[in-house]
């Protein structure tokens, strides 16, 4: 929030994508102040587009939103577990209008130089696990949410690389907010 009320201070009035919102934080604000808010999630057994439980089902890698939909898109710690993240961030891309961002934020591990992958998908769907598996929180899933990479220094080289974005890491030791500690980047992708 801190990041949007500095780069977008009238987000209340924007068009808004936010991908698997959490019924927290930032997701509670945008659903509550945004008339333009659209939250979705990932219901692997429904029609992309189609509404399941009230909410939009969506996939960041072949979403069905429209070109040019959004001024915002909003991911808070989901692209490690996006099994394409190029594809995700292309899309992203394709959906933003000129001048959007995506603001999200993800798990940056200061010690790896290059990112690792974690889990693939073989060509049968099945997943094939590169390393231990581990599983994150997931908000529609109990069993929680495969982590399939592990984010190193270069996302920003990679982003930069998938889609013509253009890329701020903002890292926050906050006490006045409370922020202070590991994975506290903001990831802001600007389509110019």
Not at 40 to 50: D, E, H, L
């Amino acid at each position: 929030m801190l990041v949007l009320d500095r780069l977008r201070p009238g987000w209340r009035s924007l068009s808004i994508h936010e991908s698997s919102p959490a019924a927290r934080g930032v997701s509670v604000l945008l659903v509550r102040d945004c008339p333009k808010y659209i939250p979705t999630q990932f219901f692997p057994n429904v029609a992309k587009g189609q509404r399941h439980g009230g909410i939009r089902c969506e996939d960041l890698e072949a979403q069905t939103f429209a070109d040019e939909s959004f001024d915002l898109v909003v991911t808070q710690d989901v692209m490690e577990h996006v099994f394409r993240p190029d594809q995700a961030h292309r899309e992203i891309y394709r959906t933003l209008r000129p001048g959007g961002l995506h603001i999200h934020t993800v798990p940056i591990y200061s010690e790896l130089e290059h990112t690792e992958r974690c889990a693939v998908l073989a060509d049968d769907g099945s997943v094939v696990h590169l390393s231990t598996p581990e599983y994150h929180g997931n908000p529609i899933d109990a069993s929680g949410a495969l982590v399939t990479h592990r984010y190193g220094r270069d996302l920003p080289d990679l982003i930069c690389k998938w889609a013509k974005f253009s890329v701020e890491v903002v890292r926050f030791n906050d006490r006045y907010h409370g922020i202070v500690g590991a994975f506290t980047e903001v990831v802001v992708c600007t389509r110019r």
